[in-house]
């Protein structure tokens, strides 16, 4: 019989998992299991979990010894800060934490809680990838549909690669958390460009042209926009431009077909899914995955479930009671 912190192999137990609601859907557990495999982490294990950001709280405080990370996602990446002993500079200036390491505690409790954000290099690599030039694509202006957290890590990643003054396309940039106010932590002059309807969205769009433009919202929010955009672009109108639409699900979006019938290059968000897992699993693990592993992993689960295959089944990670 294994004893506590150890697997029936006696290797040390290791725990990570995706947190969020709803994270049914969540791909990360495939990504994040195969790294590990090929890494050959005994002992390691990667869950799911349905966590609201009523019941987080308690969750954190049930984190022992054996967790070495979360990943974290709607509604929680903005919810979590609080809730942290350290916030890495890049989190707390985007103000989005999507990925929490656990660090060594006394016997077996929890050290300190670190919150990272990952989003930020998954926008880049998989913008970078699509653009088709790594490391020497420079585009000078940028759009960014949505104002809440990703929207804020895109901000981050157009800064990164250059963008001097990204347009801000967003029904809402008020509130708590919003894209507008990270802007302005991180020095980076944005343009609000309302979108009260799917003419006003697509017509910023249209009159902005930009090199890139990444979108951040839900899926299906942007589905109005893309068949006005559908209607007056021509084959090669966006030729030289790339999208990134962060939903993976379902695949092509309706704004991604519009924007590769254009003549524009497409990053699905399942590219920045899985270049934001390596940075995880680096900062988890220490090591570096085989990232054409995890890719062919990724391609395959979406392609079963593309094909009508049942969404896999992860068992619950930790009791949430009555959180």
Known sequence: MAIVGEDVT???????????????????????RTA????????????????????????????????????????LKQAVIPLLDVVDPLAEVTGAVNTLVVQPGRDDSAGPLVGFNTDVAGIVAALREAAGDPDGWAPRTAAVLGARA????????????????????????GGPGSAVAAAHRMGIEVRHRPWPDAQAGAGALL?????????????????????????????????????????????????????QGAGGAIAPGWLMLLHQAVAQVRLFTG????VPTMRRALEA???????????????????????
């Open 207 to 259: 009159e902005a042209r930009p090199d890139v433009v990444v979108s951040t919202v839900p899926a299906g929010a942007a589905d109005a926009v893309a068949g006005v955009l559908a209607e007056r672009l021509g084959p090669q109108d966006l030729a030289g431009s790339v999208l990134l639409d962060v939903v993976y699900a379902p695949w092509p979006t309706p704004l991604a077909q519009a924007w």
């Open 36 to 75: 590990y495999a090929g890494l050959e982490l005994d002992g390691w294990e990667y869950g799911l979990q349905e966590v609201t950001a009523e019941q987080l709280p308690a969750v954190l405080a049930q984190l022992d010894a054996t967790w070495a990370g979360l990943s974290l996602t709607m509604p």
């Open 287 to 290: 090591r570096m995955p085989d």
């Open 150 to 173: 990703t929207a804020s890590s895109a901000l981050a990643a157009l800064g990164e690669l250059g963008v001097p003054a990204p347009e801000l396309i967003a029904r809402r940039i």
């Open 301 to 323: 689960e979406m392609g079963r479930r593309a094909a009508g295959g049942s969404i896999p089944e992860y068992p619950a990670v930790l009791p949430l009671g009555d959180a």
């Open 10 to 32: 006696g290797a040390p137990r290791r725990r990570a998992a995706v947190l969020g609601h709803p994270v049914r859907h969540s791909l990360s557990p495939v990504l994040h």
